[in-house]
């Protein structure tokens, strides 16, 4: 008989907070920060278990990097847009 391999919940869980960090403005810096811890315990386990998934856990932590970075990116430029514009306008 052979055993059938299940997919982790966790790295499942991990890409598509991943995914909705990169979608989701503002709110997807927090999706992404879950998304990284999630996809951290999800490998460790996967490695321990034997699991399937490890692909996308690596992929939720991608995801999950490259949302956080673009978020930063976006509240930087929401905050120098308002203080430098409020500066323009006053002059």
Request: charged share 10%; aromatic share 8%; net charge positive.
């Amino acid at each position: 008989m052979e055993l059938i391999r299940q997919t982790n919940q966790k790295a499942i869980t991990a890409l598509t907070l991943g995914i909705l960090s990169l979608l989701i403005p503002i709110i997807g810096f927090i999706l992404g920060v879950i998304g990284i811890f999630l996809a951290r315990k999800s490998i460790i386990e996967i490695d321990n278990t034997n699991q399937k998934g490890r692909g996308m856990a690596i992929s939720g932590l991608i995801c999950s990097i490259i949302g956080i970075i673009i978020q930063l990116f976006v509240i930087f430029a929401i905050i120098g847009y308002y203080s430098y514009g409020s500066d323009v306008i006053a002059t």
